[in-house]
């Protein structure tokens, strides 16, 4: 069965340096959701270059891990394993002044189980070649979040924390509370704790924050949701079921969309993943 891709773009303000030399890129940003694994993925996207400059100009796109952009990130994304899983369909272009230049973009995981329920984030970085006679480039990093299908798997998720599922959808009745669960791995070599609670982005934020899921909306307290522990340890190597109760209050008139909140898990060494719960009102 095809799935469908679901992606989350906006064209958000780059570096003052990358505007100032008269080069814009877009978008800025987007979260692509429900990405399979083990296809190659054209992500109906281009990767556009703006040269708002008088002169034509050369660029190489290389897509890049963040650490090798930045020191810090989106929180609740980690680093791809491999940048090159995005790929172009070009990876030179050149932009004739006050003009735009185009290349695809497009995706590509290994079919293996381990790669479901991954939330990574990879940077791109944008450079254009240095004419003779110029002392300074410009280099641009947009970043780009990739959420795998979230399945029930039977192998250790990859990474260094995983989750087995990474989304939770679940039929609720306003007035009473059901448990849900989802299993949380320790893929480390050390022994670590987890703080586990509930959270919702700020609308309000213009800092870069985590999408809403389509057909959703974000709950409206994160009491509705709780974890039934806020704090587990784990042993290298070890697993553990997380229980988190949901509570929609009796009063809440339903809508045409569900309602999303999320799950931050952090480890005492700092690495962070979040789950996504869904839920939808039941029927009867």
Known sequence: MVRKII???????????????????????????NIDIGR?????????????SDSRQSFCVSPIKPSQ????????????PDPNWLYFSDSRIEVEPRSSGRVRMKLKIPNDKKYLNQRWIVFVNIANEIKKGEMLGVSIKP?????????KINVRPAGIIGF?????????????SQTVSFTLFNNDKKNHSFKIVSFLPSAASSNQEINLSPGYEWSESKEWLKPLNNTVKIGAGQKKEIGLKITIPGHIVTSTKGWESLVFIESD????????????????
């Not at 060494?269 to 009867?284: A, N, Q, T, W, Y």
């Open 40 to 52: 190659d993925l054209d992500l109906g996207v281009d990767l556009t270059i703006d040269n708002n």
């Open 69 to 80: 952009a930045k020191a810090s990130w989106l929180k609740g994304y980690s680093e791809i």
């Open 164 to 176: 087995n599922p990474s989304n939770i959808n679940v039929a609720a009745s306003p007035g009473k």
């Open 269 to 284: 060494s700092g690495e962070c993943g979040f789950i996504r719960v869904l839920v939808d009102k039941k029927i009867g």
């Open 7 to 33: 992606i989350f773009g906006a064209l958000i303000a780059l570096a003052t340096c990358a505007v100032a030399s008269g080069i814009r890129v877009s978008p800025g940003a987007f979260c692509a959701q």
């Open 143 to 151: 970043n780009y979040m990739f959420e795998t299908r979230s399945d």
